[in-house]
């Protein structure tokens, strides 16, 4: 009797209790009340809560609310009371406010570039300030310039407090420690080689490094597996840091294993290099049955490759010493395979070339032999098969190929028989469930087309369109089921969409962390994103990159708070991290066109905490003395336009004239993908000094005030800037200009440039055209000497001065002319990285007009040089010979300087 009282009398606690939870997760909100914000603005905390004052309360909702407010990364501590009243549930939210890391800077960090040392640091701004997270970061800089070689570093930190963001800058000053450098290096057990090559690997002259070192040890490694040693190993016995001595000291032991000999017997195909490259024994450093086995197999894939597909590779390992291995590759090559010409019989829809394309078998062509592989067969049916599925044949079917002898007997002729079918087409494409957006809308984000071929390819990723365009204008938890139907008879096709939109998204707040310079509102301006518009997947990804083009941080974070409760407000979190925003460059140049030439520059990269850049800067030389300021918008107004503007006062000397000019512009640019847009606008006033000219047109040396519009279009596709491998460029231009003050001479400047590089192995061949034209608008129209063109030099013709070619004057110095192409050809090789030999051959001419540009005004040149790529460009030497030497010229002229010659 008394257990069955206890088991009621706890059955009803659980009821009263569950009750009791019951009445309050179903209260509304009467209160939310927040204490201890500092800094933040109150409404926007608000907005991040996912309920508001007057929503059913439950504790899920606040679980997720405090979850959302720990996630802005603001908050060292969120404590939430709650308390049933009459009117409701009141919520009481109690914060600390977190010390935020604002900025992270690396002071005394030369040689290595602070973003280097950066990416050790696991400390960020935007992160919440701990003394031991600092400490931490402290060690790994140490450890970083120890891994350098450099020991006992010292780093001492600097905090300054920011109550106004709630943060604190830290500063890393870092003094470097001791460099160490090797004394003695002692190798034991390395018969196969001798100690200087061991030295030399590790190269004694440079500092010690523990990086540097254990690379070297892994090339030697691999140099010993390479060369006949695939068990070799070599490992670090003793190591000796003498501190007051700076200097190291290492005992290396080195485990030979047996030396392998790789025998080939019958190859007449491929040379025993190639296939010492292709066997895998000496690349994975076993020489067991399975990579024996292996190496067989690579040595098919060769000669398949080379159309011997009927190869046969057996082996055989002789150990006539302990210390000494042979093994023999018996290849019986077979017949020669190469497929002359491939044939597709019965299609019509789809060209040959085209379906050449699709399959991984080939014929044979410049380049390459065209093998032919049985193995293949199987998947280029399937491939051809896709090809036509993609144009409404379902059924298409590829009969069994034809290999047969060409006429001469040694190539192969393949015919490949194929049955089309009949074309499926779409008849109706059904949308059920859709509210936001019309069949229309929806109709054109999909690739398959009422009216049109089937496409199976393209209808498997329309679903994957459909969900994309729907997360992108505010539906993200959007879902979409698709459905095929076949009318067999008709051969038509039905397509249905199900879709289930789900509620609109919008953006909330906009959260900004490590903002210490930057003002928000050029923050968000920045991003192409604000706060209460539709949510869109593609504007978040490119808000960061957005942030990044601006330079003035060196990383930057966005995530979202909310997408993944499917909440119908997401915030956005943006992480920034910026960089020193004062920068001083310094610069000193020499070209033979040139002279020798400095510069100081001083730039801001977050003027006023807008993301804008300033500039001054000041350049010295022989020919050229400039001042110049200017202001660059990476983002103008929020969108993709840079607009900069510049001012310069600058003296500048060339061959044919002397003058002193003060300008400025203001330019707009606008990049789309491999697309480029400029539009600018100059003022220029110039201060001829002297000059050459002809009798007839003395007026050029002027002095004169010139309005300038320039308008362009840019196509690159070139697969880098400063060492393009491959890809197109091309550039036109028109330049109109108006003098203002002077002749009052109006004219217009055409450009165009074009080039084309292509690669091969070590070879890069660059081909490129230049056409230039000044048209006079009016009649005895003279153009001022410095807008004329000119030819010869660095950049033009090679082997020749510096604007030495064209129109002369009386005394035989060039003057300058209205017309002008010029065409360079050059073949790169490269040596080793970074250094590229060169051949080239140039011509150009120049004239005042189109029916003066001769055979006799062209000037050729070829000649050789060498090139040193750097991250920005190459430094170029060159030697450049005339061809067709006239009276009183030299053989040719040497040229360094940096950069391409186009």
């Not at 973003?115 to 919440?128: E, P, Q």
């Not at 402290?138 to 905090?159: D, S």
């Not at 390819?457 to 139907?485: E, M, S, W």
């Amino acid at each position: 009797f008394f257990t069955k009282k206890i088991f009621w009398l706890g059955l009803l606690v659980l009821l009263l209790l569950a009750w009791a939870s019951f009445a309050q997760e179903n209260q509304l909100v009467a209160e939310i009340r927040l204490f201890g914000l500092k800094g933040i603005n109150e409404q926007t905390v608000r907005d991040v809560i996912p309920f508001k004052k007057g929503d059913i309360f439950n504790y899920q909702k606040l679980d997720l609310a405090i979850s959302y407010l720990r996630e802005w990364g603001v908050f060292d501590k969120i404590e939430a009371t709650t308390e049933s009243t009459k009117d409701g549930m009141d919520i009481e939210l109690n914060f600390k406010m977190a010390t935020v890391i604002t900025q992270v800077d690396i002071q005394g960090n030369y040689p290595f570039l602070e973003n280097k040392i950066k990416k050790y640091l696991t400390l960020n701004a935007g992160d919440i300030y701990t003394p031991k997270r600092v400490a931490d970061q402290v060690e790994r800089i140490k450890e970083f310039y120890k891994r350098q070689g450099i020991v006992a570093t010292e780093v001492q930190v600097k905090e300054m407090e920011q109550p106004a963001k709630n943060g604190v800058a830290i500063t890393f000053r870092v003094k470097h420690g001791e460099v160490l450098r090797y004394r003695n290096i002692e190798v034991r057990g390395n018969n196969a080689y001798p100690d200087g090559r061991f030295i030399s690997a590790i190269n004694t002259w440079k500092p010690y490094s523990e990086i540097r070192l254990k690379r070297a040890l892994r090339k030697l490694t691999e140099f010993y597996h390479l060369h006949g040693y695939p068990r070799a190993k070599i490992k670090i016995v003793e190591k000796k840091i003498n501190f007051e001595e700076r200097c190291v000291d290492l005992i290396l032991e080195v485990r030979e294993g047996p030396n392998v000999k790789a025998i080939f017997e019958g190859n007449q195909v491929a040379s025993d290099n190639k296939l010492k490259d292709t066997i895998t024994i000496f690349k994975e450093g076993s020489f067991d049955s399975y990579e024996i086995e292996a190496s067989m197999e690579a040595i098919k894939k060769l000669y398949k490759e080379r159309g011997y597909p009927d190869v046969q590779v057996t082996s055989k390992k002789i150990q006539d010493e302990p210390d000494r291995v042979k093994i023999i590759f018996n290849i019986a090559e077979g017949k020669s395979r190469i497929i002359k010409r491939i044939y597709f019989q019965g299609n019509e829809n789809i060209s040959s070339a085209k379906l050449d394309k699709t399959m991984t078998t080939t014929q044979r062509g410049f380049g390459f032999k065209g093998g032919f592989d049985p193995d293949l067969i199987d998947h280029d049916s399937k491939a051809i098969k896709t090809e036509y599925s993609k144009k409404g044949f379902l059924e298409t079917e590829v009969g069994q190929w034809e290999i047969k002898d060409s006429e001469q007997g040694y190539d192969l002729i393949v015919d490949i028989p194929i049955i089309e079918g009949t074309q499926t087409r779409v008849e109706q494409i059904v949308f059920t469930g859709n509210q936001a957006f019309t069949n229309t809308k929806l109709e054109e984000n999909l690739n398959v087309k009422v009216d049109k071929p089937l496409n199976m390819v393209a209808l498997k990723n329309d679903k994957t369109r459909l969900l994309g365009f729907y997360a992108n204008h505010g539906y993200p938890y959007a879902k979409v089921d698709q459905a095929l139907i076949l009318n067999d008879e008709e051969k038509s096709a039905r397509i249905l969409y199900d879709i289930h939109e789900g509620q609109e998204v919008r953006i909330g707040h906009i959260l900004i962390v490590g903002d210490v310079l930057s003002s928000q509102k050029a923050i968000k301006k920045a991003m192409g994103i604000k706060e209460g518009e539709p949510y869109s997947y593609k504007k978040i990804v490119e808000s960061r990159l957005n942030l990044r083009r601006l330079g003035a941080y060196s990383a930057v974070r966005v995530e979202t708070i909310g997408i993944e409760e499917e909440q119908p407000e997401v915030q956005i979190k943006v992480d920034v991290d910026e960089q020193r925003p004062f920068l001083l460059d310094l610069g000193f140049g020499y070209s033979t066109d040139e002279q020798f030439t400095g510069f100081i520059a001083f730039k801001n990269l977050n003027s006023f905490g807008w993301a804008k850049h300033t500039l001054f800067k000041l350049t010295a030389g022989q020919d050229l003395s400039r001042a110049e300021i200017g202001w660059l918008d990476p983002r103008f107004l929020g969108s993709g336009l840079e607009m900069s503007v510049n001012t310069w006062l600058q003296h500048a000397r060339r061959p044919a004239f002397n003058y002193i000019q003060g300008a400025g512009s203001v330019s707009f640019f606008r990049r789309y993908h491999a697309l480029g847009f400029l539009f600018r606008y100059e003022l220029d006033r110039n201060y001829f000094i002297e000059g050459n000219t002809t009798a007839a047109s003395q007026e050029s040396l002027r002095d004169n005030t010139i309005s300038k519009i320039t308008v362009s279009g840019s196509y690159d596709t070139r697969d880098s800037f400063s060492n393009p491998q491959k890809g197109w460029y091309t550039l036109g231009q028109v330049d109109i200009f108006n003098e203002i003050k002077g002749n009052e001479a109006n004219f217009v400047g055409f450009t165009w440039q074009g080039e084309h590089d292509i690669s091969y192995w070590r070879f890069t061949l660059s081909t490129a055209l230049r056409l230039n034209h000044i048209q006079t608008i009016g009649n005895n129209v003279i153009v001022p000497t410095n807008e004329l063109l000119f030819l010869g030099g660095d950049d033009t013709v090679r082997g020749y001065s510096e604007d030495s070619l064209g129109p002369v004057n009386a005394a035989g110095d060039a003057v300058g002319a209205k017309t002008r192409w010029i065409f360079n050809e050059e073949l790169r090789f490269r040596l080793y990285h970074p250094f590229y030999l060169a051949a080239f051959y140039d011509m150009g001419a120049l004239a005042n007009d189109f029916d003066e540009l001769t055979w006799n005004m062209t000037r050729e040149s070829y000649g050789f040089g060498i090139r040193y790529i750097t991250p920005v460009g190459p430094l170029r030497a060159d030697y450049g010979i005339k061809i067709r030497r006239r009276a009183g010229e030299s053989f040719g002229r040497f040229h360094l300087t940096f950069g391409f010659v186009f």
